[in-house]
């Protein structure tokens, strides 16, 4: 049945084919982007109820935060999902050179999104707005300001660690991609990845209007 | 083997493999050495490293029970002081519940057993199945910190504000140890729901799937939607501890009762992690030693997912005293009851199964018994303390306490003892004793109710939980409960031995010592490295016990096994179920 | 009828001594309990009898092939469901009641704390660990904690509530008859969490109203004596002992005047800046083998309060 030069080196003893083991990897990061997703519901759940509670608060804290730089970032984000996507076409179409400028580009374009961040993160250090019973800050009259802050530290420091993750995770591709490790016949990694990443887009996708764009 | 055209109907053609009775080269012969073991991807290893450390962690939270109820043995301090009692009952619990009983049949015995009865030679994702045991050593090594530093003395359900700002101890020891632990859950899930779609042998379609593999799916689908939720409140938890970020103080602005509802939107569902794998063993067992066809089996099938999805509707009813709205409160009381419905469905079908057929009371069997018992009363008092106004006066006592014991233990670690004796000689290739192993389960049987039945009437009459000191109107239950636990004590001591032996000087196990017809039992025992040296193809449903054992031992001969020219019979397949199996 | 069948499992229950909340919840058990033992005992009837009947002969048995009964199963499934429903229809009827206070209640103020209870009255009298009721009177009791989450329960009255830091929480209940009920806290909240215990005193109405005129308003007699009021009222004595015994925190006896030595700080002898500093700010000072367990008294007790427990602690040699 299975013939053996379907078996290809990458190909794990347990499956069958090529195809076999990257439809069961497809899913597998499938199931894991369902829990990553909960993961975050629990963040916006917490947002949702404090800002049914405070909705004053949040209208009044959110002018804090820069909506400039928060777009600049969604637009360098979305980029790189662009990029990612790419990659995946190129190493679909066995063009591998492709495939590592396109990974360049993405990691890249990740490293300016955590520049921007850091930027915006050390701004409000500086003004006092730091997380918990650390806030000092003055600018906003209403008493449960930090709790904003709280919500807007977590959402954005966890997210943020995906980032890095992603950015840990591109790199690895890239290099096994160095490795000549893919091409058109096997690329599971590089798809899985990609999914990922586009994850961590779309969560992103999702924050900078709840945070920022509080009217 | 060259398949025949024949009017859209593909013919296969596949031959009987019998195991073999005295294996020479079986997983444990293979791959030795620790260095081996330790780097393993073979889920069976992976299966009895995790057994391992659960038993570990299962005689370390069973020490801390005694020694809790050693404690209550007198109203007022008997050996210990009451932060001591406060840290052992929290440790018993945590350990209890994130290491021991969530872990032990999904991880453990399910790790074993799935591939196996899927006829896959291992679990999708073998790798990720081995970091998901380091994971959870990891997540263990972070609550052994805790213990060498101050300890944890919250309640394994980590109330705020108590835990955020109030406790002394290593609250975020514990909670990132937890936290991490989690992820093994997660991984695992992920990995067996995969397992589950991609790697079933040729045959096995969702009507075949054996039940055990329908309750390992419901859990699993629990595992990655519940778990992540786990983890975000244990890691706003954390950071309250660390930096007040204040969501869950009121005392900036948050609220405990928050804390709650996010807790048990895990926290209840984890219940149904415990408890549906023991469901799966149940109907193993059960059809294995009454050599009969399961009763309603999509029935159980379809009861498991029912109370995977109603699971999460239901985390309120923890609440019904806490400060929730009273619309709230109204609605997880009704949902409450409904999730009874399918579980009440699943004891009675059991029961049924029984009905002519032909029943041999061994030790996995004896387990059963047990359990059937045990978590139909189990269930009935959830029922009692589903009900609004019974739950008034019963939440929080000792009769809540029992209520869980009698779900946790007598459900969930009776069915895993009776999963452990059952699969004993296809995990270790040794036959247990089979004497001492009826007498164990007496005596934990005994124990068991000595212990948990007076909690039952105690709480009713008003003993709290949690408490150290009691009124001396207890006295006499909480005696004769601390006796019932050393009964439940020596019965596993008793276990341990016996197992502990038979892998020195047990008797060799034969392949299929039931008679079962179950895939798993196809092998040999202990199985090969890769499972089976063929690839099983399934015609029958894994209870057809009115069939002859020669149609559940049919396969094709592995490209990379034996070879085999001749046939022992035809199988027709559509052309659909041929693509599905990847038969090319 | 239900009085007759709930008695077999009284002995499971205390007395009940507010039947109007209690009535209906110890209705439900009964009935709950006799469903599950009829259902239970034939659950346990068929697995002995089948394990007998069908008990295995030969290794080669044959059983017959049943794989479902579509009847069975529905009737196995509905009429669990209708019993359900009459629990849930019956325990919320139940509830419903324990939630909503009669309008002519009696109201008394609760403060639950680590580790004890405060109950103030409209009069201004105050009572610790201790609520004395009129009987035949509904009462209804507002309640809130001053640090964790307690829990407010009489097994006799059949209630219990959680008493939350961050918003009040009630209860009822009418007893009936002159007598003592057992009050335990549920809520697990820290090392003396069993201690936590009050009692609920009843009195016939008008002795009720005789000994809430005796109590006053509660800020009344000599400093001396508002300061050991206010030891029991604040929960100091539940980890600080009047008798030298070692509890919690260090003993009040022979503390006045004393000197002390600390894990954190230079000796002190104990004068009225330190006694301020230790219920202001315990952390500052800790005394040698004890732990920083004590939460600030901040914004709990004023300045005259202080100056009058300094004027008991004078008095304990």
Same mark, same amino acid.
């Given at each position: 049945?299975?013939?053996?030069?379907?078996?290809?080196?990458?190909?794990?003893?347990?499956?069958?084919?090529?195809?076999?083991?990257?439809?069961? /990897?497809?899913?597998?990061?499938?199931?894991?982007?369902?829990?990553?997703?909960?993961?975050?519901?629990?963040?916006?759940?917490?947002?949702?109820?404090?800002?049914?509670?405070?909705?004053?608060?949040?209208?009044?804290?959110?002018?804090?935060?820069?909506?400039?730089?928060?777009?600049?970032?969604?637009?360098?984000?979305?980029?790189?999902?662009?990029?990612? /996507?790419?990659?995946?076409?190129?190493?679909?179409?066995?063009?591998?050179?492709?495939?590592?400028?396109?990974?360049?580009?993405?990691?890249?374009? /990740?490293?300016?999104?955590?520049?921007?961040?850091?930027?915006?993160?050390?701004?409000?250090?500086?003004?006092?707005?730091?997380?918990?019973?650390?806030?000092?800050?003055?600018?906003?009259?209403?008493?449960?300001?930090?709790?904003?802050?709280?919500?807007?530290?977590?959402?954005?420091?966890?997210? /943020?660690?995906?980032?890095?993750?992603?950015?840990?995770?591109?790199?690895?591709?890239?290099?096994?991609?160095?490795?000549?490790?893919?091409?058109?016949?096997?690329?599971?990694?590089?798809?899985?990845?990609?999914?990922?990443?586009?994850?961590?887009?779309?969560?992103?996708?999702?924050?900078?209007?709840?945070?920022?764009?509080?009217? | 083997?060259?398949?025949?055209?024949?009017?859209?109907?593909?013919?296969?053609?596949?031959?009987?493999?019998?195991?073999?009775?005295?294996?020479?080269?079986?997983?444990?012969?293979?791959?030795?050495?620790?260095?081996?073991?330790?780097?393993?991807?073979?889920?069976?290893?992976?299966?009895?490293?995790?057994?391992?450390?659960?038993?570990?962690?299962?005689?370390?939270?069973?020490?801390?029970?005694?020694?809790?109820? $050693?404690?209550?043995?007198?109203?007022?301090?008997?050996?210990?002081?009451?932060?001591?009692?406060?840290?052992?009952?929290?440790?018993?619990?945590?350990?209890?519940?994130?290491?021991?009983?969530?872990?032990?049949?999904?991880?453990?015995?399910?790790?074993?057993?799935?591939?196996?009865?899927?006829?896959?030679?291992?679990?999708?994702?073998?790798?990720?199945?081995?970091?998901?045991?380091?994971?959870?050593?990891?997540?263990?090594?972070?609550?052994?910190?805790?213990?060498?530093?101050?300890?944890?003395?919250?309640?394994?359900?980590?109330?705020?504000?108590?835990?955020?700002?109030?406790?002394?101890?290593?609250?975020?020891?514990?909670?990132?140890?937890?936290?991490?632990?989690?992820?093994?859950?997660?991984?695992?899930?992920?990995?067996?729901?995969?397992?589950?779609?991609?790697?079933?042998?040729?045959?096995?379609?969702?009507?075949?799937?054996?039940?055990?593999?329908?309750?390992?799916?419901?859990?699993?689908?629990?595992?990655?939607?519940?778990?992540?939720?786990?983890?975000?409140?244990?890691?706003?938890?954390?950071?309250?501890?660390?930096?007040?970020?204040?969501?869950?103080?009121?005392?900036?602005?948050?609220?405990?009762?928050?804390?709650?509802?996010?807790?048990?939107?895990?926290?209840?569902?984890?219940?149904?992690?415990?408890?549906?794998?023991?469901?799966?063993?149940?109907?193993?067992?059960?059809?294995?030693?009454?050599?009969?066809?399961?009763?309603?089996?999509?029935?159980?099938?379809?009861?498991?997912?029912?109370?995977?999805?109603?699971?999460?509707?239901?985390?309120?009813?923890?609440?019904?005293?806490?400060?929730?709205?009273?619309?709230?409160?109204?609605?997880?009381?009704?949902?409450?009851?409904?999730?009874?419905?399918? $579980?009440?469905?699943?004891?009675?079908?059991?029961?049924?199964?029984?009905?002519?057929?032909?029943?041999?009371?061994?030790?996995?069997?004896?387990?059963?018994?047990?359990?059937?018992?045990?978590?139909?009363?189990?269930?009935?008092?959830?029922?009692?303390?589903?009900?609004?106004?019974?739950?008034?006066?019963?939440?929080?006592?000792?009769?809540?306490?029992?209520?869980?014991?009698?779900?946790?233990?007598?459900?969930?670690?009776?069915?895993?003892?009776?999963?452990?004796?059952?699969?004993?000689?296809?995990?270790?290739?040794?036959?247990?004793?089979?004497?001492?192993?009826?007498?164990?389960?007496?005596?934990?049987?005994?124990?068991?109710?000595?212990?948990?039945?007076?909690?039952?009437?105690?709480?009713?009459?008003?003993?709290?939980?949690?408490?150290?000191?009691?009124?001396?109107?207890?006295?006499?239950?909480?005696?004769?409960?601390?006796?019932?636990?050393?009964?439940?004590?020596?019965?596993?001591?008793?276990?341990?031995?016996?197992?502990?032996?038979?892998?020195?000087?047990?008797?060799?196990?034969?392949?299929?010592?039931?008679?079962?017809?179950?895939?798993?039992?196809?092998?040999?025992?202990?199985?090969?490295?890769?499972?089976?040296?063929?690839?099983?193809?399934?015609?029958?449903?894994?209870?057809?016990?009115?069939?002859?054992?020669?149609?559940?031992?049919?396969?094709?001969?592995?490209?990379?096994?034996?070879?085999?020219?001749?046939?022992?019979?035809?199988?027709?397949?559509?052309?659909?179920?041929?693509?599905?199996?990847?038969?090319? | 009828?239900?009085?007759?069948?709930?008695?077999?499992?009284?002995?499971?229950?205390?007395?009940?001594?507010?039947?109007?909340?209690?009535?209906?919840?110890?209705?439900?058990?009964?009935?709950?309990?006799?469903?599950?033992?009829?259902?239970?005992?034939?659950?346990?009837?068929?697995?002995?009898?089948?394990?007998?009947?069908?008990?295995?002969?030969?290794?080669?048995?044959?059983?017959?092939?049943?794989?479902?009964?579509?009847?069975?199963?529905?009737?196995?499934?509905?009429?669990?469901?209708?019993?359900?429903?009459?629990?849930?229809?019956?325990?919320?009827?139940?509830?419903?009641?324990?939630?909503?206070?009669?309008?002519?209640?009696?109201?008394?103020?609760?403060?639950?704390?680590?580790?004890?209870?405060?109950?103030?009255?409209?009069?201004?009298?105050?009572?610790?660990?201790?609520?004395?009721?009129?009987?035949?009177?509904?009462?209804?009791?507002?309640?809130?904690?001053?640090?964790?989450?307690?829990?407010?329960?009489?097994?006799?009255?059949?209630?219990?509530?959680?008493?939350?830091?961050?918003?009040?929480?009630?209860?009822?209940?009418?007893?009936?008859?002159?007598?003592?009920?057992?009050?335990?806290?549920?809520?697990?909240?820290?090392?003396?969490?069993?201690?936590?215990?009050?009692?609920?005193?009843?009195?016939?109405?008008?002795?009720?109203?005789?000994?809430?005129?005796?109590?006053?308003?509660?800020?009344?007699?000599?400093?001396?004596?508002?300061?050991?009021?206010?030891?029991?009222?604040?929960?100091?004595?539940?980890?600080?002992?009047?008798?030298?015994?070692?509890?919690?925190?260090?003993?009040?006896?022979?503390?006045?005047?004393?000197?002390?030595?600390?894990?954190?700080?230079?000796?002190?002898?104990?004068?009225?800046?330190?006694?301020?500093?230790?219920?202001?700010?315990?952390?500052?000072?800790?005394?040698?083998?004890?732990?920083?367990?004590?939460?600030?008294?901040?914004?709990?007790?004023?300045?005259?309060?202080?100056?009058?427990?300094?004027?008991?602690?004078?008095?304990?040699?």
């Amino acid at each position: 049945m299975s013939n053996e030069s379907a078996h290809g080196s990458h190909v794990q003893h347990h499956f069958v084919d090529s195809d076999h083991q990257f439809d069961t /990897a497809k899913m597998g990061m499938w199931v894991f982007i369902v829990n990553e997703i909960l993961f975050f519901g629990g963040l916006f759940c917490a947002y949702i109820i404090y800002r049914t509670w405070y909705p004053g608060l949040f209208q009044e804290a959110a002018l804090q935060l820069d909506t400039f730089w928060g777009a600049v970032n969604t637009i360098v984000l979305i980029g790189s999902s662009l990029t990612v /996507a790419m990659a995946i076409r190129s190493v679909q179409k066995n063009q591998i050179k492709g495939l590592r400028i396109n990974l360049l580009i993405t990691i890249a374009l /990740a490293c300016v999104f955590m520049v921007i961040k850091g930027f915006e993160y050390s701004h409000k250090f500086e003004l006092g707005i730091l997380p918990g019973s650390l806030y000092t800050f003055e600018g906003i009259e209403h008493v449960q300001a930090p709790v904003f802050f709280s919500i807007y530290y977590m959402l954005t420091g966890v997210h /943020a660690l995906h980032v890095l993750i992603g950015i840990g995770l591109i790199y690895w591709i890239y290099r096994r991609a160095t490795k000549g490790e893919f091409s058109s016949e096997y690329y599971t990694p590089v798809e899985i990845t990609g999914l990922y990443w586009h994850l961590v887009d779309l969560i992103w996708i999702f924050l900078f209007p709840l945070l920022y764009l509080i009217e | 083997m060259a398949p025949a055209e024949d009017s859209n109907k593909r013919k296969l053609q596949v031959k009987r493999f019998v195991p073999s009775e005295n294996p020479k080269r079986t997983y444990l012969t293979d791959e030795t050495g620790v260095w081996a073991w330790m780097t393993t991807v073979d889920h069976k290893k992976i299966g009895i490293m995790f057994l391992v450390a659960v038993t570990f962690f299962f005689f370390l939270g069973g020490v801390l029970a005694l020694l809790l109820r $050693t404690e209550l043995l007198t109203p007022a301090k008997t050996f210990i002081e009451a932060d001591t009692y406060n840290q052992l009952f929290t440790l018993h619990g945590a350990i209890m519940v994130f290491f021991v009983i969530i872990p032990a049949i999904p991880s453990g015995l399910g790790n074993f057993i799935l591939p196996m009865q899927l006829g896959a030679k291992d679990v999708a994702f073998p790798r990720l199945n081995l970091a998901s045991f380091y994971i959870y050593i990891t997540g263990a090594i972070f609550t052994f910190i805790a213990l060498a530093l101050n300890g944890l003395d919250t309640g394994w359900t980590f109330y705020t504000p108590y835990s955020s700002s109030h406790s002394g101890s290593s609250v975020i020891w514990v909670t990132m140890g937890i936290f991490i632990l989690g992820f093994s859950s997660i991984l695992t899930g992920t990995n067996f729901i995969a397992t589950i779609h991609k790697l079933r042998a040729p045959g096995i379609t969702w009507g075949k799937l054996p039940l055990n593999l329908w309750s390992i799916y419901a859990t699993s689908v629990i595992q990655v939607l519940a778990t992540p939720i786990l983890a975000i409140t244990l890691l706003l938890l954390t950071m309250e501890r660390f930096l007040g970020i204040g969501i869950f103080d009121p005392a900036m602005g948050g609220d405990p009762v928050l804390f709650q509802h996010f807790f048990w939107f895990y926290s209840h569902p984890a219940v149904y992690i415990m408890i549906v794998p023991a469901f799966g063993i149940v109907s193993e067992v059960i059809t294995t030693f009454s050599k009969k066809h399961i009763f309603g089996y999509w029935a159980i099938a379809f009861s498991s997912l029912a109370i995977a999805f109603i699971g999460f509707l239901v985390w309120g009813h923890h609440m019904f005293v806490s400060g929730q709205s009273p619309v709230a409160t109204t609605v997880f009381s009704f949902l409450t009851f409904l999730v009874g419905i399918p $579980t009440g469905i699943k004891v009675l079908n059991w029961v049924a199964t029984l009905y002519k057929g032909s029943i041999d009371l061994k030790t996995p069997m004896i387990y059963i018994y047990m359990f059937l018992f045990l978590f139909s009363i189990g269930g009935f008092t959830g029922v009692m303390v589903g009900a609004l106004s019974a739950d008034i006066h019963l939440h929080d006592t000792y009769y809540v306490v029992a209520h869980f014991h009698y779900v946790m233990m007598g459900g969930t670690i009776i069915a895993l003892l009776g999963g452990l004796h059952y699969w004993w000689p296809k995990i270790t290739g040794k036959m247990y004793d089979e004497f001492k192993g009826k007498i164990a389960a007496g005596l934990i049987f005994v124990g068991f109710n000595m212990t948990f039945l007076p909690q039952f009437i105690m709480g009713s009459i008003g003993m709290p939980r949690r408490y150290y000191n009691y009124i001396d109107q207890f006295t006499i239950f909480h005696q004769t409960s601390t006796i019932g636990s050393y009964i439940i004590g020596i019965g596993f001591l008793l276990i341990a031995y016996y197992l502990a032996k038979s892998l020195y000087n047990g008797e060799q196990a034969p392949a299929n010592p039931w008679g079962s017809r179950a895939l798993e039992w196809q092998a040999t025992s202990p199985p090969h490295l890769h499972n089976f040296d063929h690839i099983p193809v399934v015609i029958n449903g894994p209870y057809d016990y009115h069939k002859p054992m020669e149609e559940f031992q049919l396969g094709l001969a592995d490209s990379h096994g034996a070879h085999s020219k001749d046939s022992d019979k035809t199988i027709e397949m559509t052309e659909k179920e041929w693509v599905d199996y990847n038969l090319d | 009828m239900d009085r007759i069948i709930g008695g077999l499992f009284d002995f499971m229950l205390p007395e009940l001594k507010s039947p109007l909340t209690g009535a209906s919840s110890d209705e439900i058990m009964a009935f709950i309990h006799i469903v599950s033992f009829i259902i239970l005992g034939g659950v346990t009837f068929a697995l002995i009898y089948f394990a007998v009947k069908y008990r295995r002969k030969s290794e080669d048995d044959v059983t017959p092939l049943i794989t479902h009964h579509n009847q069975l199963e529905i009737a196995w499934s509905v009429i669990p469901l209708l019993l359900v429903i009459i629990v849930f229809a019956w325990g919320y009827k139940g509830w419903l009641n324990l939630n909503t206070a009669p309008d002519n209640a009696y109201e008394i103020q609760v403060t639950g704390f680590k580790w004890g209870w405060t109950f103030r009255y409209d009069t201004g009298a105050q009572m610790p660990n201790e609520v004395h009721v009129p009987a035949g009177r509904p009462v209804k009791l507002v309640m809130k904690s001053e640090d964790v989450i307690h829990s407010f329960f009489v097994p006799d009255y059949r209630i219990k509530m959680d008493v939350l830091p961050n918003r009040f929480t009630t209860v009822w209940f009418q007893a009936e008859e002159a007598g003592e009920s057992q009050v335990f806290c549920t809520e697990y909240c820290g090392t003396s969490h069993s201690n936590m215990l009050a009692k609920v005193v009843v009195h016939e109405p008008e002795d009720f109203q005789r000994w809430l005129s005796e109590q006053g308003s509660g800020g009344g007699g000599t400093p001396v004596e508002r300061g050991e009021n206010l030891i029991s009222l604040q929960g100091c004595a539940t980890c600080h002992s009047t008798d030298g015994s070692t509890l919690i925190g260090p003993s009040f006896q022979g503390l006045w005047g004393s000197e002390r030595t600390f894990e954190n700080a230079e000796p002190t002898i104990a004068d009225e800046n330190y006694i301020r500093e230790s219920i202001l700010d315990p952390g500052a000072k800790i005394v040698q083998g004890f732990q920083n367990q004590m939460a600030s008294f901040e914004g709990r007790l004023s300045d005259d309060d202080i100056t009058d427990i300094i004027e008991y602690l004078k008095t304990l040699e």
